[in-house]
């Protein structure tokens, strides 16, 4: 069932983790850190699932979901968004924007994993 995992992410130690983990379960994960050019990154890519961060340079993760749903290439991909936040008007807007899953760091590695095995069936 592996495949590609886009993960927008700009913090260095969450995507080493991450890439980490997911590997270790046989998909391979493309990170991306730059706000400003991810959901054209992800309309090169068509990975199988996009983790994208909330906070990020150049452009926040409620803008970048809005760019991957409006393009008919990256309008159907499962997205798991990621906070540290996590307040209401964040998990609303994302909500609000498309989001598929919506989850607060800190998170278990068994919930990431769990939660891109389903959004990739």
Do not use: C, Y
């Not at 046989?26 to 991306?32: E, F, I, K």
């Not at 991909?77 to 924007?97: F, I």
């Not at 989001?99 to 278990?108: A, E, H, L, N, R």
């Amino acid at each position: 069932m592996a495949g590609t995992v886009l993960l927008i992410e700009d913090e260095p130690h969450i995507v080493e983790a991450l890439s980490f983990l997911l590997e270790r379960e046989g998909w391979t994960v493309v990170a991306h850190s730059n706000g400003a050019d991810a959901a054209e990154r992800a309309v090169q890519l068509q990975p199988k699932v996009i983790i994208l961060d909330v906070m990020l340079p150049n452009k926040s993760g409620i803008e970048i979901l809005t760019e991957i749903r409006s393009n008919a290439a990256t309008k159907d991909k499962p997205v798991l968004m990621l906070t540290a936040k996590g307040q209401a008007r964040d998990r609303a807007a994302a909500q609000e924007a498309g989001v598929s899953v919506f989850m607060t760091k800190p998170f278990s590695n068994q919930a990431i994993i769990d939660t891109v095995r389903e959004l990739a069936q």
